[in-house]
């Protein structure tokens, strides 16, 4: 058996509601798994989860879990027989396994819950720690902040189990343990790492596009699809709406004043967005706004578009600096699909000289020119639903491949 043991960080001081978290927790590990086709079982216990398979490589569900929010560290732990001599040579072999650094240090801790075992904790610790100090001449002993931590555990069953040093977790909340939210996803940079700190904060998500064929290219969308599809790398499979918005933009192009249009536009955003959201049963928008950065993120712009609603929006990275968010980017893989040059259907309309300080008065006069609950109702009514999963990611890269 292989056992990988999670520690569950901030959820630990989560009082009464951590079985919720717990269960939230567990149900995304087997979920996460499901891609390694064996039966994998995952123990709650109060502050540490064990997760347990026997076929598939640790590597592999290393991998699975680093990717799953609401774990803020884990150790793969090694099953052996109880017995001392093959423990010590398991242990070497761990260390054999690491890349061993000029001045590493390493600490033996041992724990013995079989009383009856011949060794005591000391014993098992000055063997093994004996036998790793023969073993390799560079590393010392250091127990205070040592570079490796062997850790050996003796159980009442058969076994023992050793784990050498832990992986670090993605930290935050397990997935859908704080609420659902809809994401205004672009093709953008901004809105995907929006998305994304909102999952790992353990929101539940839906994504919101707006598209405008035939101004805006087919592969506009399937950049959006794409994003999604990494996206649910990190959740569950992603729900993404995609809202025709052509006629909106028609509109404002034809009746309302260039510098203006902006605003209306995301305002009628908005107001889709928050009826998609009680259609879904959400609570919150997320959007990818970040504050100074293009004219509709001045606070008098952001105050006049979010004057058409009290639905609280959540904008993760309005304090976050571009070079941040295209680091984070890089990081959860993001990057490649959102630099595809397609645009969007804000780019496409873009306004030469958008205000950064827009009036509330003068823009609701120019909404007057607009029939905004037909727009906002037809553009719901036609709005296609489809559900993605990462395995779209594989797929459209076979596709493409089989065009060259
Ligand atoms: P991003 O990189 O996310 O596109 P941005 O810096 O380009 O952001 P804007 O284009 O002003 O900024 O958009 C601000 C936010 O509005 C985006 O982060 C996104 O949440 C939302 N948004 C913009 N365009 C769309 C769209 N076509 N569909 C859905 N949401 C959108
Ligand atoms: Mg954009």
Redesign the pocket.
Same mark, same amino acid.
């Given at each position: 058996m292989k056992r990988i043991v999670i520690h569950y960080g901030e959820l630990s001081t989560k009082g009464r509601n951590r079985k919720y978290f717990q269960t939230r927790l567990a149900d995304h590990i087997r979920y996460k798994s499901r891609k390694i086709n064996e039966s994998v079982k995952v123990k709650a216990l109060h502050d540490f989860m064990h997760v347990e398979w026997e076929m598939a490589s640790y590597e592999t569900m290393i991998e699975i879990i680093s990717n799953i929010p609401g774990i803020s560290r884990f150790e793969p732990s090694y099953q052996v027989d109880k017995a001392i001599d093959v423990i010590t040579q398991k242990a070497i072999d761990l260390f054999s396994d690491i890349d061993i650094q000029a001045g590493d240090t390493f600490k033996v801790v041992a724990r013995r819950s079989d009383k009856n075992f011949e060794y005591d904790s000391y014993d098992i610790q000055r063997i093994v720690g004996g036998a790793i100090d023969d073993a390799f001449p560079m590393l010392d002993v250091e127990l205070k902040k040592p570079t490796h931590k062997l850790t050996i555990s003796i159980h009442q069953e058969d076994f023992a189990y050793l784990s050498l040093d832990s992986y670090p977790g993605m930290q935050g909340l397990p997935y859908g343990s704080s609420g659902k939210g809809m994401?205004? *996803?672009?093709?953008?940079?901004?809105?995907?790492?929006?998305a994304y700190l909102m999952m790992k904060r353990g929101m539940e998500i839906e994504?919101?596009?707006?598209?405008?064929p035939p101004y805006?290219n087919p592969q506009?969308l399937e950049k959006?699809k794409k994003l999604t599809a990494q996206l649910s790398t990190f959740g569950m499979p992603l729900k993404l709406h995609n809202?025709p918005?052509t006629k909106v933009q028609e509109a404002i192009r034809d009746h309302v004043h260039d510098n203006e249009s902006?605003t209306v536009m995301?305002r009628i955003?908005l107001r889709i967005?928050e009826q998609i959201m009680h259609e879904r049963k959400a609570q919150a928008i997320?959007?990818?706004?970040?504050l100074g950065?293009?004219?509709?993120?001045t606070l008098t712009s952001m105050s006049v578009i979010n004057e058409v609603t009290n639905t609280p929006i959540l904008r993760p *990275?309005i304090a976050t600096d571009?070079t941040q968010?295209i680091q984070l980017a890089e990081t959860i893989g993001t990057y490649d699909i959102?630099n595809e040059p397609y645009e969007? &259907? &804000?780019?496409v309309f873009?306004p030469s000289s958008p205000h950064t300080k827009p009036k509330l008065s003068v823009i609701k006069s120019l909404e007057d020119l607009l029939d905004i609950d037909t727009l906002v109702a037809e553009a719901i009514a036609e709005t296609q639903l489809m559900t993605i999963d990462e395995s779209y990611l594989t797929d459209s890269i076979q596709e493409f491949e089989e065009l060259l």
């Open positions: 994401v205004l *996803l672009s093709g953008g940079f901004d809105s995907p790492i929006a994504m919101i596009h707006f598209s405008s805006t506009a959006v809202v918005f902006m995301r955003m967005a997320i959007n990818g706004e970040s950065q293009v004219a509709s993120q *990275l571009k968010i959102s969007d &259907c &804000c780019t873009a």
